[in-house]
Nanobody, 120 residues
């Protein structure tokens, strides 16, 4: 099994910054894509950013230029640096990882979610 532990959420004022982290642990054979999703109250969960093992990134237009996704393969950890935060970024942020415990492929694992609240 694979466990994901997220950290870094909290309350921040508009214009502020936060850095989210998600560390994967367990019986990991390989990790492919890692990503961040978010879900605001009353809305569907949406992709924020995703990064491949090789470092290719996809970033949602709504956060492009403000958020940066990165990963440390040696630590099985993905990060989301969030700058210029606004109230529209308020949501629960979830880490998603495609990980395999054997050489037979990968499965999707989700973190427990971390709340990000942008308010003055």
């Amino acid at each position: 099994q694979v466990q994901l532990v997220e950290s870094g959420g909290g309350l921040v004022q508009p214009g502020g910054s936060l850095r989210l982290s998600c560390a994967a642990s367990g019986s990991i054979f390989s990790i492919n894509d890692m990503g961040w999703y978010r879900q605001a109250p009353g809305k569907q969960r949406e992709l924020v950013a995703r990064i491949t093992r090789g470092g290719t990134t996809i970033v949602a237009p709504s956060v492009k230029g403000r958020f940066t996704i990165s990963r440390d393969n040696a630590k099985n950890t993905v990060y989301l640096q969030m700058n210029s935060l606004g109230p529209e970024d308020t949501a629960v942020y979830y880490c998603k990882v495609a990980a395999g415990t054997t050489s037979w492929g990968t499965s999707a694992y989700w973190g427990q979610g971390t709340q990000v609240t942008v308010s003055s």
